[in-house]
């Protein structure tokens, strides 16, 4: 049983930063990539970024050059770094790892930028 815990959400203005980690616990291992998600209200869930084993990164065109995905393996935490947010932002933000084997989400941490 993996679980992921996710934090630092919160309200910020427009222009604002916000850092969220993702803590995984349980059996884990071979972990082959550890994204963000978020999903708007009345929107898809989309990816926002995603980091391989190999520390290959990959972002969503409208966060590209604002955000940052980091990863420690060491403590099994994904991080993302959000700078210069803006409202549409606005959502709740998961946690998902993945193996060849298994798929792991985190409930999900509410971000609301405000204008």
């Known amino acids: 049983q993996v679980q992921l815990v996710e934090s630092g959400g919160g309200l910020v203005q427009a222009g604002g930063s916000l850092r969220l980690s993702c803590a995984a616990s349980?059996?884990?291992?071979?972990?082959?990539?550890m994204g963000w998600y978020r999903q708007a209200p009345g929107k898809q869930r989309e990816l926002v970024a995603a980091?391989?084993?190999?520390?290959?990164?990959n972002y969503a065109d409208t966060v590209k050059g604002r955000f940052t995905i980091s990863r420690d393996n060491a403590q099994n935490t994904v991080y993302l770094e959000m700078n210069n947010l803006k409202p549409e932002d606005t959502a709740v933000y998961y946690c998902?790892?993945?193996?060849?084997?298994?798929?792991?989400w985190g409930q999900g941490t509410q971000v609301t930028v405000s204008s």
């Open positions: 980091i391989t084993s190999g520390g290959s990164t």
């Open positions: 998902r790892l993945e193996s060849r084997t298994w798929v792991a």
């Open positions: 349980g059996s884990i291992f071979g972990i082959n990539s």
